[in-house]
């Protein structure tokens, strides 16, 4: 009822243990049901009326003697309660309790929200003060239910600008995303069915697919490959990331058999002998390994980026090739007949850049040992191969020694090679003469993928018994076209060049007649001045002199 008078109790009057309350102008009303005592201090004597007074006081400064209905203006009419003033529900206004009604409404959050990363110290309250969500949705603002440092920990939960910044919501209800919270940051992978996040319903964006860095550094070592960490790197399958923090390996089991290494769809390293296209939506390929024992193999890095666009990679792949980096030059090749060097350089193998630094002067030489097997020597000093004193050819598969006189290629490419990226290939083949060397296709690599290598130089020699002659090297680096096909920069390097489409000249077989034959003088000891001789150091016919 709201009453601030005093009660007081009177045994003679009215019902026994009547409790009667003092009015405003000093009557005495029957309290009815209503009223609500909260506590009650007896003072120690009694008015004229028989009256025993009751108030929140101790008895102290009233005189029961004025209790006689014509000094009421002197009587306690208002009260403070420290305890009720000390509580947190003091502080509590209207605005405060409209602000909770629809924090309340808002439900229990728990669960839905993870942090990314806040410093409580502003809005929220530090841990302890109020648990959860939850335990707020008890009482009123907590009050007799959970502990509240402040009633500013509550209020402010509606009244802070964006009171869910630092939060992401992880349940599926898009809802949530409304005002008063921070849109785009549902986690799809958190809260969906992973079978749903591989359905095409974003067509805008392209799926990642790839490495993301290629910090990690490769080993190898009894049989086995090593993709040894070295910092994070985020591995991508058809849009589903894997974080690798550790060294991944697996096994390379055979000899002088080649693998496609990769991560498959559950995010694990794994080696196959068949092959994996480079726009597979089910594997991100990572290296192309050649075995040759357990403690040798030639290994590629194929981490192609994950932003890379699939389509346009396979089709690269498959026109285009490794190219040579023409912007920034190098690669250039220096050949002796003992020696050679490649100078430092850049090739392309689509999106991934292989840099060959410092300049080499050692290689990898390849040379069939059966018609579809082929091996390599490492860290070798010299393009070509003897046996004593006699230049040596792969003749379908067996290292056979070219016939005195005759020419034999070697072709040195630049490649992805994590170890060695210089690459000798032995010519198949011996010619009598340089022109048939100059006619001479491109050799294969049995069982090897060669796209991902620029062919550099082709380099010829003349087997004399000895240390072999170098005679000349034709410059691919900036020919088009896969490694294995190519638009060569001088005539040497075309095809056809036995077949007879320039008339003009005199045929070697002699078949062709001249009307007038010029012969160039030179000194000989063949015969007296006049006479015509065969100079093999040179391949030239010349008229002597003495």
Known sequence: MGVLGHFLYRPDFGAKGQVEYLAFDGSLVAADAEIYVAQVHRLAQSNVHGLIFTGPGAGGGLDADKLD????????????????VASPAYGITIGNIANWNTAFSWGNHAGLYSLLGHDHSGVYEPSGAVATHAALATGIHGVGASTVASVANI???????DPHTVYRLE?????????????????????????SLLDDDHPHYKLRHGISNRTATFAYAAGVLTVTYVASYDVWVNGVKFTKTTDQTVSIPANFTFYYVYFDASGV???????????????????????????????????????????????????????YDSFHGGLTGAFTDTTFSI??????????????????????????????????????????????ANLRYDNAGTLTDATSNWYVNHYVYATNDVQEPIYSLIGQAKYANLAGARDEPVPAFANLSTVEWKLLY???????????????????RLASGVPTTFAPSAHGGLTGLLNDDHTQYLLA??????????????????????????????????????
């Open 458 to 476: 082709r380099v010829t020699y003349r087997n004399i018994g000895a240390t072999p002659d170098y005679i000349e090297a034709v410059d691919y």
């Open 269 to 323: 390293l794994t080696a196959t002998t068949t092959l994996v296209e480079v726009d597979s939506l089910t594997q991100t390929i990572v290296a192309l390994v050649y075995r040759i024992s357990a403690t040798l193999a030639a290994i590629g890095d194929e981490r192609h980026h994950s932003a890379r666009d699939l389509k346009l990679h396979a089709w690269a792949h498959e026109t285009l090739g490794a190219r």
């Open 509 to 546: 077989d002699g078949t062709r007649a001249a009307d007038e034959i010029r012969l160039t003088p030179k000194v000989s000891s063949s015969g007296p001045e006049g006479t015509i001789f065969y100079d093999s150091d040179d391949d030239h016919v010349w008229v002597g002199t003495e």
């Open 343 to 388: 100078s430092a350089g850049d090739i392309w193998d689509e999106d991934l850049e292989h840099e060959i630094t410092p300049a080499k002067t050692t290689c990898r030489r390849w040379y069939r040992t059966a018609l579809n097997v082929i091996t390599f020597e490492d860290a070798i000093t010299t393009l070509y191969k003897m046996n004593g």
């Open 69 to 84: 209905g014509k000094h009421a203006s002197e009587f306690l009419i208002s009260e403070t309660d420290p305890i009720f």
């Open 171 to 195: 349940s599926a209800d898009h809802s949530h995303q409304s005002a008063g919270m921070e849109a785009g940051k549902l986690d799809h992978g958190l809260s969906m069915v992973a079978a």
């Open 155 to 161: 209020t402010t939960h509606e009244g802070a600008a």
